[in-house]
């Protein structure tokens, strides 16, 4: 078995331009949580099925784990570091604060994300289309509703 050469992508993160060296079927979460230190990703299933590692792409969520990082080369990637800061966090950040929609905090990564997909979509959702929005993202805690509530108050915002 030969080893393959690592190449140097230049992608755009948080608003960044940042060049990274893996081979082009390395997984970009493994590229944002080993390479750049980002930690908003996380591992959970590997197979695109949990939505732990949601990232935007494009203002659309998408798989980190399942991506190449070769296919990240001309998109904007947006993390849970880039929604928002500290000082300034995104409006669905705050709502998921004030509705204390985290429990654990594993799957809270995929769900902002995915919360804010439909947001940048879809301004003004009802329950429902936040449910459905949300319905692929796994939580074992059970903060659901919780969840939808928090993305119900950040409508519009």
């Given at each position: 078995m030969t080893a393959t050469t690592p190449d140097e992508f230049t992608l755009h993160v948080n608003g960044q331009s940042v060049r990274v060296?893996?081979?082009p079927d390395t997984p970009l979460l493994y590229v944002l949580r080993d390479q750049l230190s980002l930690k908003g990703p996380r591992?959970?299933?590997g197979?695109?099925?949990?939505g732990a590692c949601s990232v935007l792409v494009d203002g659309s969520a998408r798989r980190?784990?399942?991506?190449p990082v070769a296919s990240a080369t001309h998109v904007k990637i947006t993390t849970l570091e880039g929604m928002g800061t500290p000082?300034?966090?995104d409006p669905l950040q705050t709502a998921f604060i004030?509705?204390?929609a985290v429990q654990c905090g594993y799957c809270i990564n995929g769900m902002l994300i995915a919360a804010r997909s439909l947001l940048n979509a879809n301004p003004h959702p009802d329950e429902a289309q936040i449910k459905d929005a949300l319905a692929?993202?796994?939580?074992?805690?059970?903060?659901?509703?919780?969840?939808?509530?928090a993305t119900l108050k950040a409508r519009g915002a």
């Open positions: 060296r893996a081979t591992f959970g299933c197979l695109g099925q949990c980190s784990c399942v991506m000082s300034a966090p004030d509705e204390q692929s993202n796994l939580c074992r805690c059970g903060t659901h509703m919780r969840i939808v509530r």
